[in-house]
């Protein structure tokens, strides 16, 4: 059974920065693409970044674009995510999810949380002065 935890989360202030970790075990990495998603309270769940099974390919939403970025190391069974510039409005639980390694993470996939099948427990970030 693929089980996911995040770790890295906090409050940090307007401007700052956090990075997120997403450990795997019960399989290999290698094998999966991955999904940042995050839910803010009051709000539904929307997906924040994809990395796909090599890490060749990302995307992000566009309320992230150039501020957040993912990253992968297989070797460790780690994701990261990068997140600069937190504002306001990025306050949320952060959560990561294991799907396919057909995921291509494209304009087209890996942007919704339908596309994956293993989730984590979920991290909070809180942006506030």
């Known amino acids: 059974q693929l089980q996911l935890v995040e770790f890295g989360g906090g409050w940090v202030q307007p401007g700052g920065s956090l990075r997120l970790s997403c450990v795997i075990s019960?399989?290999?990495?290698?094998?999966?693409?991955i999904g940042w998603f995050r839910q803010a309270p009051g709000k539904g769940r929307e997906g924040v970044s994809c990395i796909s099974r090599t890490g060749a390919s990302t995307t992000y939403a566009d309320f992230v674009k150039g501020r957040f970025t993912a990253s992968r190391d297989n070797a460790k069974n780690t994701v990261y995510l990068q997140l600069n510039s937190l504002k306001p409005e990025d306050t949320a639980i952060y959560y990561c999810?294991?799907?396919?390694?057909?995921?291509?993470?494209?304009?087209?996939?890996?942007?919704?949380?339908?596309?994956?099948?293993?989730w984590g427990q979920g991290v909070q970030v809180t942006v506030s002065s």
């Open positions: 999810a294991a799907g396919s390694s057909r995921i291509g993470c494209t304009a087209y996939e890996g942007n919704y949380d339908w596309e994956y099948d293993y």
């Open positions: 019960g399989s290999t990495l290698a094998g999966y693409a």
